[in-house]
């Protein structure tokens, strides 16, 4: 008899991988041991090489579910004789890269014993099992062990010692076990007091009362802290508007079943799948036009047709929903521009501002997490992940790096992560903030310095974003310096368009791409703002063949703020200015930015801004209180025309014309004013504008000669324009979207480690030969 090694990465720690080798060898009566290890799982065992076979094969059939097997190995070793098979715990002391589990929602045998009278963890808010419940926000060391987590201090009383041990109970090996009597304990607070209660039934009863009384509570989460409040109490709502300083951003809601969100919203099989999967994001979703009329879904979502729905992940929010009976506001509990609070000291010393009871549990968060946030588009299916966090971060598995050093990749500023490459994977932080306040470079830091250290990581190598504004470009210097690395700097866009060639398996394509890549803003390679670009890749080098006409940027962090701004800097070569965008400032403004535009030296070439211009232009938002909402304004008006009408549009804005190289930003400006003049309905502008988007995106395709099209950029969050590209363009041409990453900036990091790993490179057009774009002209106003 032989003794053979298997060696198994991936996800394979945290999810009951352990536990099932375990009981598959116990059943097939083989000795040996399994163990976590720093660099996956590991199985030691005695037996004929037929047997070990069958052994192998049953482990990758029988696998858990939320497991994900990315390599697996057996070899023969030298001889040991086990005398019985056991789960061994011990440290491992060889380099760390095995992939750390997301948090996961709880599991439906979970659920079904919170709210069995006769289960000893009846209405325990933290019961958890091997297929559910924390993970990533609570390991402090690897491998993934109870000792090793905010577990630690937990010791299992007889009863859960027993489950843990017994290879026929499901929480067999689970790290996170725990009950009633040995577990976790919360108390309620009120400001200046020591606690109201640490009795569970007494406060849930007391959350129940408060929330019926209108009142506002910080509870802990998963992550960090949510406010709630009732999201049928408009005034409640308002209140904590006031309070939160978010006087227009919608909220999201929770729900405490699909059943009752059923009777309120639209929700389609692919919507639903989400909701109830483990991950458990918050959905965008429609509500029924019953619902939609009512004054509570407009203080919820004001000016918006969709609202972020969620389910309840965690058993203490679904006991608090349950008991509560009706739909709840959940919203991160910060104050607006900073990151979510998700230490005990500071929720107590801060979310008072905002709560009226805050509710504390003694299982330390670790590693901070918003909800991730995720729509698919009405009429094409598209997933678009708008924010990835709980339940999807860390690890990524679609990507395996081909250089061996340790890189890490600081990503960008709005909508900041981090990736990092160490010892053959990859690692995508969370959502971390937009990089605004002191909190959220705080977080970043963070969290950044744990992942560090939990891989033991000594980068050879860190890459950032070429704008030296960027915290993350200043904190790449400061961290080169520190660990004596080298620097690289990689273009904004050209990060984008190397993230959804990656997701895509692109990178080695034998075939030409073309990347649209639309955002706000990112730092061009000519020292302007970029963010209306197509690029063509071939070979592995990206070529910036169109962009729209550059505008003046003035004003600075203004221009992205208001959108009048943004309609003035994109008007300012149309004739003649439109009186009605005048009257949008005082005289001393507009004095103040014609000198300003006249004497700016940096311009951009934005989408982004030119959806904030025609915003303004239509009169539905001058000045925005949150990134993106003029946009998703304009994006809700002209839903209202498809939703009569159909994606069918008279005219594009743009026609085949001159301009080699360019797409004048003027001519689509004049366009939507002349529309405005001839008091055509402003849904119909909106509509037209989109549908401008589109079309260009086919005569740039066709002049390029390309088939494959990828898209990126904060733009492409945008479902509608998603949902016409692909009416317009399927068939026709191959159409790829971001799949695992979010087409915002929360891919640049990602983005900027495969630029480099595949050693691309930009090309300067003015060094190739005119035969690589096509000089058909392009872009004209259509008059």
Known sequence: MNTYHIHINGIVQGVGFRPMVYQLAKE?????????????????????????????????KEAPEQSVINYLAIQMVDDVDFDDFSIVVEEDL????????????ICDSCRQELYDKNNRRYRYPFITCTQCGPRYSIIQELPYERHLSSMEKFVMCNSCQKEYGSINDRRFFSQTNSCSDCGIEMRIHEKDSTGLSDNTEEILLSLRTFLHQGKIVAVKGVGGYLFLCDASNKEAIQLLRNRKQRPTKPFAVLYPGIEKLKNDFLVNKNEEKLLLSAEAPIVLLSPKTAVSNTRVINSIAPGLNRVGIMLPYSPLLDLIATDFGKPLIATSANISGSPIVYKDIDALDNLFEVADFVLVYNREIVLPQDDSVV????????????????????????????????????GAFMKSSFALSVNGNVFVSQFLGSGETYESLQMYKDTLSHWMKLYQVKPDLILADMHPGYFSHQYAIELAAEYQADTKLVQHHEAHFAAILAENDLINTSEPVMGVVWDGTG???DGQIWGGEFFKYENNEMLRCYHFDYFPTIAGDKLALEPRIAALCASSDTWPMPGSLKKKFTEAEWNNYQTLMEQSKISSSSVGRLFDATASLLDICDKQTYEGEAAMYLQ????????????????????????????????????????????????????????????????????IQVEKICFSGGVFQNALLVDWIQQQ????????????????????????????????????????KQTVLSDEPIAVFNS
């Open 28 to 60: 097939m009566q083989l000795h040996g041991h399994v163990k976590n290890g720093s660099d996956g799982l590991h199985v030691f065992f005695n037996a004929d090489e037929h047997i070990a076979t069958i052994f192998l094969d049953r482990i990758k």
């Open 94 to 105: 060889h380099k760390k890269n095995t992939l750390i589990s997301p948090d996961k929602a």
């Open 375 to 410: 729509q698919v588009s009405k009429y094409s299916g598209q997933q678009i992940k708008l924010r990835r966090s709980r339940g999807y971060a860390p690890s990524y598995l679609q990507y395996k790096p081909k250089k061996e050093s340790a890189i890490i990749s600081m």
């Open 523 to 525: 730092l061009g390679t």
């Open 636 to 703: 809700a008006l002209a839903e209202k025309y498809v939703e009569r009408n159909g994606m069918v549009m008279d005219e594009s804005y743009f026609k085949e014309g001159a301009h080699y190289y360019r797409i004048p930003t003027a001519s689509l400006m004049q366009g939507i004013m002349t529309d405005i003049q001839k008091n055509k309905p402003k849904d119909y502008i909106a509509a037209k504008f989109h549908y401008s988007l589109v079309c260009l995106v086919g005569m740039i395709a066709q002049n």
């Open 729 to 768: 363009y399927n068939g026709k041409y191959q159409l790829y979207f971001h799949l695992h990453l979010s087409p915002n900036d929360e891919n640049i990091s990602f983005g900027q480690l495969v630029y480099y790993d595949n050693d691309m490179h930009s090309v300067n057009p003015h060094t190739i």
